[in-house]
């Protein structure tokens, strides 16, 4: 989702909303617009498809000036990208709205407002809170209680500001399931998306929190809560050190990025989960429509992003029925492909400039696919702008060459493609939805919690710096996440690790298996637990050393050359998710321990534009 940013202050505040859209420009967006408020007393807005620089130069040739603002960049979900589609809206000259999220019951909003007399003139779900917002005005003058009233009748997910022509010392702002958060400014204050939008004004910041309601003006800040409560939030000051591109108080950025993951997957969650389905619009203005049309998934990557991809495919067959096949850009653009014509076509890459896959894309746009969706970590990036549907990972900037919160974010992405998707083609049950939206909603705390495994691992992580061979196991979806664990120590470390599916040990792998090979294994309470640990006894049958990361429940112990970590207990379709992060930190420990350089380790780029 895109970018929100507002100002109320004694200046002249366009210059300050359109610095604040340049920095949320990484974003990705269709098209951008500002609504001001003048001295004298007029609302005026300038809306412009494309780029920010667009409504500048526009702004440029005629400017607004004005001590009261509110900024947009949209990224279309409701209606195509157009002038007309642009935020800000209006209801008549006298009220103005941005909004990042999705309205769930706009449909239904939409025709009480015109039957009440209100002409819509754009095709978004956002336009219906403005006129709905005016409506309840004429019974509730004051903004706030007229607002409060409001968001008790949307559905979906919102960050919202709204500014009147009538009330024109105030910000109104509003929080659901899309983040929110007040710049303290000496006479001023602002309202953004992210605070990167408002750190050239100030680095003082109030995060809203789900439910709250702000009322932000010139030298106050009040706040309610959802139970309508006023609350004191805490203040956050910024140093340049807790900045993204620093690493602050970690050691290398790959552990930053690894501690980082409870916060950025409640980035990727925020304003694409209602109360018990994921909104499905999210993925762009035709998703609902094409998505009842998919058959068959056809997912492309390279690296990490391709064993996202592999996990992605348990899951969507286990969930939804749709057969889904994946395979790496390199071998998938210089073979012959079949083709089923309703089949959506997935890539996935952190940059979005990944020479193969993007190279995939490009071919597959005329052979024949429904449709193409990128799960990608940077919205201005090639792959996000040809593509016809789009999913944002919302990591932030990923700096350690080896990935672990883009990893992480984009099988969150997955899940949500594929609860999407289970939806759209009626094959997922509804309660079952219901039960996965409310354990990705618990996924921050998940991972918060199994970083506190981080001590363990690192003594664990002593077995593993004299050897030069490892085994990777994992049964089900574990086993692409076996593979990533190989793939992460292999990068950082240089260990020769290979992964297999810990079935196929006996058929080749185990004539390996000596006290010279520790085996690591993922182990997950779940159906296919006892299986997994008759593996395990034919490992050290052969005096193997095994390290096993299991369920708490799973009823694994120490023993002799048997090394067990424990893990939180997890919903086990969300374990793949769970279980990557004690191996990213496995490998990063082990490769500490080595001396190598683990932020950009040998041989190796971060994005590969090169074939
Ligand atoms: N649903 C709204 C807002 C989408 C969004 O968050 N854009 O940044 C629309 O389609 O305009």
């Not at 919102?158 to 929110?180: E, F, W």
């Not at 994946?326 to 309703?342: G, I, K, L, M």
């Not at 083609?425 to 990705?440: K, N, Q, S």
């Not at 909603?441 to 981080?454: C, E, H, I, T």
Request: overall charge negative; aromatic content about 6%; some cysteine.
């Amino acid at each position: 989702m895109c970018g929100i940013v507002g100002a109320i202050a004694e200046r002249n505040v366009s210059a300050i909303l359109i610095e604040g859209l340049k920095r949320l420009e990484y974003r990705g967006y269709d098209s951008a617009g500002v609504a001001i408020c003048n001295l004298a007393g007029e609302l005026r807005r300038s809306r412009r498809i494309g780029k920010v620089a667009a409504l500048e130069q526009a702004l440029g040739e005629e400017p607004l000036p004005g001590h009261l603002g509110i900024a947009h960049t949209r990224w279309a979900t409701h209606g195509v990208p157009s002038e007309a589609n642009a935020h800000p809206h209006f209801s008549g000259e006298s009220l103005a709205v941005v909004h990042n999220g999705i309205i769930e019951n706009h449909d239904e909003l939409r025709q009480r407002l015109e039957r009440l007399g209100y002409v819509f003139t754009s095709q978004t779900d956002t336009e219906t809170i403005v006129h709905l917002l005016h409506h309840t005005l004429k019974r509730l003058p004051d903004l706030a209680d007229a607002l409060k009233a409001v968001v008790g009748e949307l559905h979906g997910a919102y960050g919202l500001a709204v500014i009147s022509r009538a009330q024109p010392d105030r910000i109104l702002a509003a929080r659901s399931g899309s983040p929110l958060v007040v710049g303290l400014g000496l006479g001023e204050n602002f309202i953004a998306s992210d605070p990167l939008a408002l750190r050239q004004v100030t680095d003082r910041f109030i995060y809203l929190e789900e439910g709250d309601i702000a009322d932000i003006r010139r030298d106050s800040l009040q706040i309610w809560n959802a139970a309508g409560t006023t609350v004191q939030r805490e203040t956050v000051q910024f140093h340049e050190s807790a900045e993204a591109a620093e690493k602050g108080e970690y050691r290398h950025y790959m552990l930053k990025e690894i501690f980082e993951q409870p916060r950025v997957v409640q980035r990727t969650l925020e304003g694409r989960l209602g109360a018990t389905q994921v909104l499905v619009a999210a993925f762009g203005p035709q998703a609902v429509e094409l998505f009842a049309r998919v058959r068959q998934v056809q997912i492309v990557a390279c690296g990490t992003s391709y064993h996202a991809g592999m996990v992605a495919r348990y899951w969507l067959e286990e969930l939804t029925g749709i057969p889904c096949q994946v395979e790496v850009a390199s071998e998938f653009r210089y073979r012959t492909v079949a083709v089923h014509p309703d089949s959506l076509f997935v890539t996935i890459s952190q940059s979005g400039e990944t020479a193969d896959t993007l190279a995939a894309l490009r071919d597959a746009r005329s052979s024949g696919y429904l449709a193409s969706l990128a799960i990608c970590n940077v919205g201005t990036s090639s792959l996000v702008r040809e593509s016809d549907l789009v999913l944002l990972t919302n990591a932030g900037p990923e700096i350690g060459v080896a990935s672990t919160k883009a990893f992480t974010t984009q099988l969150v992405a997955l899940l949500l493609l594929t609860l999407a998707l289970g939806r759209a083609r009626g094959t997922l049950d509804p309660a079952r939805e219901a039960e996965l939206v409310a354990a990705l909603r618990a996924l921050p705390g998940d991972l918060q919690a199994v970083l506190g495994m981080d001590k363990a691992v690192e003594q664990i992580s002593a077995l593993f710096a004299e050897k030069h061979h490892t085994l990777f196991l994992g049964r089900g979806a574990q086993y692409p996440v076996a593979m990533e664990g190989a793939l992460k120590l292999k990068e950082i470390s240089y260990i020769h690790a290979e992964a297999y599916p810990a079935g196929e040990l006996k058929h080749g792998p185990l004539a390996l298996v000596d006290s010279d090979m520790p085996v690591v294994t993922v182990a997950p309470n779940n159906a296919l637990l006892e299986k997994l640990k008759s593996n395990l006894q034919e490992v050290r049958a052969r005096g193997g050393q095994l390290v096993v990361f299991a369920d708490r429940e799973a009823g694994l112990e120490n023993g002799e050359g048997v090394h067990v970590v424990q893990v939180p207990h997890i919903h086990p379709l969300l374990a793949p998710i769970l279980y990557t992060v004690p191996l990213q930190l496995l490998s990063y420990h082990v490769a500490v321990l080595k001396g190598t350089d683990v932020d950009q380790p040998r041989n190796l780029a971060k994005s590969v534009t090169v074939e």
